[in-house]
Nanobody, 121 residues
Framework: QVQLVESGGGLVQAGGSLRLSCAAS????????MGWYRQAPGKQRELVAD???????NYVDSVKGRFTISRDNAENTVYLQMNSLKPEDTAVYYC???????????????WGQGTLVTVSS
């Protein structure tokens, strides 16, 4: 019913930048909080940043000052601008969203398929 499609991953040298995008589509009344998670090989998935529908943001300490999350509510899209990338940022990045779905009278948590970000040293 609700899909998240990510784009923007790739290979970049340390110190470089990438911008991830994630667009929600399908049958929903609205999108609540949206966020980006990442999972590096052999590690647990962790929250990178999230943003409420009102624009309040939250970041994991390791990306503060380097990453910026933003959203376009009209397009149901969330972005992650990643600057000053480090090799330790290498991971699969997943988009997450809470979609208000009328048929279930509640929020459905949805995940994107993941996009690989590789930072070379």
């Amino acid at each position: 019913q609700v899909q998240l499609v990510e784009s923007g991953g790739g290979l970049v040298q340390a110190g470089g930048s990438l911008r991830l995008s994630c667009a929600a589509s399908g049958r929903f009344a609205s999108i609540g909080a949206m966020g980006w998670y990442r999972q590096a090989p052999g590690k647990q998935r962790e929250l990178v940043a999230d943003i409420t529908s009102g624009g309040t943001t939250n970041y994991v300490d390791s990306v503060k000052g380097r990453f910026t999350i933003s959203r376009d509510n009209a397009e149901n899209t969330v972005y992650l601008q990643m600057n000053s990338l480090k090799p330790e940022d290498t991971a699969v990045y997943y988009c997450n969203a809470k979609a208000l779905v009328v048929v279930i009278a509640g929020y459905l948590e949805v995940w994107g398929q993941g996009t690989l970000v590789t930072v070379s040293s």
